[in-house]
């Protein structure tokens, strides 16, 4: 009997990266994906749709949480709160949304349960992202504890985020390693058609791709970097 991940895919780099990893060790992937009122969320699924294409993913299952924009609380989703251009500030940014990841793994296991799979792989970054709380790996690790208590006795799953102590830069070397079309990824906050190239997940891409010597293939407005 194969072994499956649930990869939680987003249609950012940090994800594709990560999902790719589980599939070079062998597993079958079931790609998740997150409709959440997000303002970029038609140019994520189009990059969803792409990734898992390139993942030859086993299931592909695309969730809508609209109750998130009753949340808002975030330049995400909120159209009154504009997202930040300004370059990455100490403290939790305005882009958080709350407790996203949490939410994300709760329904990862379920899926989990539902195939049972063995693994959810997830793509967070603790050491290079924007400094999101639901990022730390100190979180991951109590979800996974508290995942498996509320999960039938017949199944245990390892919640897998093989780049949380990476850079964006080890992150695009991984990605060139495993054949990652990182062109089919979207990682802007603020528009759709062409990245912003100003705001804190725009500069880190562009960060990691400086630093790999790699030229990113996707179109800018403008580079921060």
Not at 76 to 87: A, F, M, Q, R, S
Not at 127 to 142: A, H, L, M, W
Request: glycine share 6%; net charge negative.
């Amino acid at each position: 009997m194969s072994k499956k991940a649930v990869c939680i895919v987003s249609g950012g780099m940090d994800s594709a990266v990560a999902a790719a990893i589980a599939k070079k060790k062998g597993y079958e992937i079931i790609a998740l994906h997150f409709n959440y009122s997000q303002k970029t969320q038609q140019k994520e699924l189009e990059a969803f749709e792409l990734i898992a294409k390139d993942l030859d993913a086993k299931e592909k299952l695309i969730i809508d949480l609209d109750f998130f924009k009753d949340i808002g609380a975030t330049a995400l989703i909120d159209e009154n709160l504009e997202v930040p251009t300004e370059g990455i500030k100490p403290g939790v940014p305005i882009t958080y949304v709350p407790f996203r990841n949490g939410i994300f793994l709760s329904i990862a296991a379920a899926v989990a349960q539902k195939y049972y799979a063995d693994a959810i792989y997830i793509g967070v970054v603790e050491e290079d992202s924007s400094g999101y709380p639901d990022c730390r790996e100190e979180f991951i690790n109590s979800m996974q504890k508290s995942i498996n208590l509320g999960l039938k006795d017949d199944i245990e799953v390892k919640i897998e985020a093989p780049l949380i102590h990476m850079s964006k830069k080890d992150i695009v070397k991984k990605a060139l390693e495993l054949g990652v079309k990182l062109e089919h990824t979207w990682s802007c906050y603020k528009n759709s058609e062409k990245a912003c190239g100003v705001c804190d997940s725009c500069r880190l891409r562009l960060k990691g791709f400086k630093e790999a010597g790699v030229e990113d293939k996707i179109e800018y407005e403008t580079r921060a970097l």
